[in-house]
């Protein structure tokens, strides 16, 4: 268990599944001295089982005053609506609660229960698709304030310790079953590689660890290079060009701001050496005067959405999980970024649906004293032209009652004093962690 990795003073939330792995993490911490809550996500997957887990989960924090925070979703049909793969879903859904609970209990830190095993079996599932240091890196032991103290634990320790302490768990049925690219790593490749080294796992996880620092250390490389070469958009295309590939590739995707096939950092840096142009996800690629230019092509349109309240919407086109939820009076200020909102519940016209801005826009944003196109209000506060699209509004049938980075409709905002509040918050989705 790696401590470093928790904060001494502080509450810990732990997500816990009811899981062996889970529950050797709540009760491992509890024991160590740590201040810990729990947090349980019912996926509604499996019907009853899934239930049943929940339960086991409540009693046994219930039983050793724990504090437990739970939520329930339907992740088959969040999936369905929202394009989206059962696995990707859930850990979006999965990861929003735990920073939503962590918010409201006011953890440190949220901690999951990911192990050796599930380090190894990451990293050979990068390797089979084929991946570069990032991938092979494995689980990272921290991403913002979620961490993974248990990576240097075997699935064995954990039975071992639980055994000891008389500490039951519950059996995710699924587990044994194949139709999962994990479950087949988990149960076809790992045993063969065991059979050649019996610390297979532990060796994974230390190659793992070199290679981590391997890619800290080329990012920082590419960092440096583009503090030198590079502007807001564009960077010197001689120079990119000039770089080995372990810096240049770097450089290349940090330009992008995302993540860029190998085909398409290839395609990029061709343009640098040649004067030529690239079309990547999201970008188009120009040299121009000696410059590599990193510019905008057309975004992709976000349809309207309705967003239920209570309830959630996921954004893909703009990586945004939107959340809507009721309370009696003003729970706190308005976030000074605007991406949470309050209304009025009574000035809100029928549904609330979330979109990209429209031809003709405007509204008048609260405290602004006059009714303005959003056209105007995107150049007043520097919005990146290439950007606007990328942009959330939140509407109602009587029209905008929010944009993204701007004050809420003056029609319908809350104010103190008011009861029937909704809340709605803009949340940057969760990325890829188990």
Request: glycine letters at 10%; proline letters at 5%; hydrophobic letters at 40%.
């Amino acid at each position: 268990m790696d401590t470093k990795l928790l904060p001494r003073d502080g509450l810990i939330l732990c997500a816990v599944s009811g899981g062996a792995d889970s529950m050797y993490l709540l009760a491992r911490l509890r024991e160590l001295g740590y201040a810990v809550a729990a947090g349980h996500y019912n996926h509604g997957l499996r019907g009853e089982e899934a239930d049943r887990d929940e339960v086991f989960v409540r009693d046994f924090c219930a039983a050793h005053a724990i504090p437990f925070v739970s939520e329930k979703g339907d992740v088959a049909a969040f999936a369905g609506s929202q394009h989206m793969g059962v696995e990707a879903a859930a850990r979006t859904l999965r990861y929003a609660f735990l920073e939503r609970a962590a918010d409201e209990l006011g953890a440190a830190v949220i901690a999951t229960a990911h192990t050796a095993g599930d380090n190894a079996e990451t990293v050979l599932l990068h390797l089979a698709r084929g991946s570069g240091l990032k991938g092979l890196g494995g689980i990272p032991p921290r991403r913002g304030r979620i961490v993974r103290p248990m990576l240097d634990v075997t699935r064995a320790e954990v039975e071992n310790w639980l055994q000891e302490h008389g500490i039951g768990y519950v059996t995710d049925s699924t587990n044994g079953e194949d139709g999962y690219a994990r479950n087949r790593v988990r149960h076809g490749a790992v045993p063969v590689l065991e059979s050649v080294n019996p610390a297979f796992l532990r060796a994974v996880g230390q190659t793992a660890a070199l290679v981590r620092e391997d890619e800290a250390y080329l990012q920082s490389l590419a960092e440096r290079f583009l503090e030198q070469y590079a502007d807001e958009n564009s960077v010197d295309a001689a120079a990119l060009a000039a770089q080995p590939w372990p810096v240049a590739s770097r450089a290349v995707r940090l330009m992008a701001g995302r993540d860029l096939a190998l085909i398409h950092v290839q395609a990029v840096l061709k343009a640098a050496a040649d004067g030529g142009t690239a079309d990547v996800p999201g970008l188009r690629v120009a040299a121009s005067g000696g410059r590599l230019v990193f510019g905008p092509v057309g975004a992709a349109p976000i349809p309207e959405r309705t967003l239920p309240v209570p309830g959630e919407v996921y954004v893909p086109e703009a990586g945004r999980l939107i959340r809507a939820r009721k309370f009696m009076g003003m729970p706190r200020d308005v976030h000074k970024s605007y991406n949470i909102f309050y209304f009025q519940c009574e000035n809100i016209c029928g549904s609330i649906s979330v979109t990209g801005r429209r031809p003709g826009d405007a509204f008048r944003p609260a405290g602004r004293g006059c009714t303005k196109k959003l056209k105007q209000l995107f150049r007043e506060a520097d919005v990146p032209p290439w950007e606007r699209d990328g942009v959330l509004v939140l509407r109602d049938e009587a029209g905008i009652l929010a944009v993204e980075g701007f004050p809420a409709a003056e029609r319908a905002c809350a104010r103190a004093g008011d009861r029937d509040i909704i809340e709605i918050e803009l949340r940057q989705a969760p990325g890829e962690g188990g």
